[in-house]
């Protein structure tokens, strides 16, 4: 079945311990983005990847890593998390450049204590 | 002004009614228009996606764009409590452009 995957679906952590959420598409995508999404905000991307070894920022990139080695994987790091960090976490992937059609993955929800 | 622009709701209606969720759009560049569907709890996924002007229908649901007003429209024929669920206008131009997203409520 084609589609994106996240771990770990939820998450509680404290302030300050690294943290990394995988995930793995498997349709051979060359674009690869993080969001965030929060209430009343909506969909905020983080970072986002053309192809490997090729990442840019997003929107509300503070405070976020990401690393693009293989076509498949795209990691989000929280270095040193906050709780201004706790939200919900999409990873999405496309094969179009014209970015219509975005796969998303089922979401990591975050809470920072 | 944000790229996209959309009515938070929460919207209600009851079943069977023809519901209309909007969005407005700020840059006369953009070409694609997309309609993702998120579940609750579930990530979005993507409903429907026109090019340029015109209406696109598919089913109950028709996607339409007003290019001369900058203006996005979904319909909801019949509307179904399934149909429950955050509506995300979205444009793509070198990045995708999402609006906030409109919450719908279809109760029996």
């Known amino acids: 079945e084609a589609q994106v995957t996240q771990n770990p679906r939820y998450l509680i952590t404290v302030t300050g311990k690294k943290l990394t959420v995988t995930c793995s598409q498997n349709m051979n995508h060359e674009y690869m983005s993080w969001y965030r999404q929060d209430p009343g905000l909506g969909l905020r991307q983080i970072y986002y990847?053309?192809?490997?070894?090729?990442?840019d920022k997003g929107d509300v990139p503070e405070g976020y890593k990401v690393s693009r080695k293989e076509k498949r994987n795209f990691p989000l790091i929280l270095e040193s998390p906050s709780p201004n960090q706790t939200s919900l976490y999409f990873c999405?992937?496309?094969?179009?450049?014209?970015?219509?059609?975005?796969?998303f993955g089922a979401g990591s929800r975050l809470t920072v204590l | 002004q944000k790229e996209v622009e959309q009515d938070p709701g929460p919207l209600s209606v009851p079943e069977g009614a023809i519901v209309s969720l909007n969005c407005t759009y700020s840059n006369s560049a953009f070409q694609y228009f997309m309609w993702y569907r998120q579940y609750s709890r579930k990530g979005p996924e993507l409903l429907m996606y026109?090019?340029?002007?015109g209406n696109k229908e598919d089913g109950r649901f028709t996607a339409q764009v007003d290019k001369s007003s900058k203006y996005i429209s979904l319909f909801i024929r019949d509307s179904q409590p399934s149909d429950s669920a955050t509506y995300l206008c979205?444009?793509?131009?070198?990045?995708?452009?999402f609006g906030r997203g409109t919450q719908l409520t279809v109760w029996p």
């Open positions: 979205a444009t793509p131009l070198g990045r995708l452009y």
């Open positions: 026109t090019y340029s002007s």
């Open positions: 999405a992937s496309s094969g179009q450049h014209t970015l219509t059609f975005l796969t």
């Open positions: 990847s053309m192809n490997v070894e090729v990442t």
